[in-house]
């Protein structure tokens, strides 16, 4: 299905080793996202050789610039078709993974692909901002991620009230991330954030890309995160 030579490719530029079993996983996975596509709307980008650019080099650029240690718990919000987390449980099995979306077919996709793979991993259905009231849920990640979910001011606020103090919150954004990261400041700030590091990248197929590392310094105060729509209308 996908040029697997051409992700071992991509990955060897991000100083990242894939193995074969690894490689077999992407193949699966490729193939299930077209398969599903066809009745479901799970994604855009449907090209073989998009996928392994847009789609799963994107996302395992996070391990380029996060190390992330074995065993670490990691939540991705809004993971619509896994990314970036199922990349991330692919190419490094030994995380314990949790994939939030606020819509039930996208989860129903990764549950198969996970299945068909042997990846063992846990699915909410739910929106981040309830997920962040949940006791249960509330500062117990080492890690989030989230790519395409919502401007960064806002996403601040799905995302590092699920985050441990000394975790990072780890955002995936496109050509105009910098000016999302300057929009963000107070909510980063006020969420208890402090920004580790902003890594500017250009995937193989020359789209500029962003990755932002916030490291959680303080816990996130009670009232946040608010409700839905007070995030929506009034953002941090
Ligand atoms: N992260 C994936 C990617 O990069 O391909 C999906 C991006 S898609 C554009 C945005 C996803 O975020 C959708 O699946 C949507 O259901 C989900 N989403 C948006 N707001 C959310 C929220 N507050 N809580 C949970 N999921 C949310």
């Known amino acids: 299905m996908i040029n697997t030579e051409l992700l071992t490719e991509n ?7 894939l193995n074969d079993f690894a490689c077999e996983r992407f193949d699966s996975y490729a193939e299930r996202l077209v398969r599903w596509n066809k ?18 080099t994107d996302s395992l650029a996070v391990l380029k610039y996060v190390q992330i240690p074995d065993g670490a718990s ?5 993971t619509g078709a896994g990314f970036p987390g199922l990349p991330l449980l692919i190419a490094k099995p030994d995380i314990d993974v949790t994939f939030v979306d606020s819509v039930g077919k996208k989860l129903a996709f990764i549950k198969e692909v996970a299945r068909l793979n042997g990846l063992v991993c846990d699915i909410v259905h739910t929106r981040a901002e309830e997920l962040g009231r949940d006791a249960d849920y509330r500062e117990r990640f080492d890690f989030a991620t989230a790519r395409a979910v919502a401007p960064l001011n806002m996403l601040c606020e799905y995302c590092l009230p699920l985050v441990k103090v000394r ?14 990261l300057k929009e963000a400041e107070n909510a980063i700030k006020t969420l208890g954030g402090e920004l580790e590091s902003s890594n500017a990248f250009t995937l193989p197929n020359g789209d500029k890309r962003f990755i932002f590392v916030i490291k959680k310094i303080s816990q996130t105060p009670t009232k946040y995160p608010r409700r839905s729509k007070k995030i929506d209308t009034k953002p941090l």
């Not at 990955?11 to 080793?17: M, P, V």
């Open 11 to 17: 990955c060897k530029e991000l100083g990242i080793s």
């Open 39 to 56: 009745h479901v709307n799970i994604t855009s980008i449907t090209e073989p050789e998009d996928i392994v650019t847009k789609h799963f």
């Open 74 to 78: 990691l939540v991705d919000v809004g």
């Open 167 to 180: 975790g990072r919150f780890v955002s995936l954004k496109g050509a105009n991330g910098a000016e999302e």
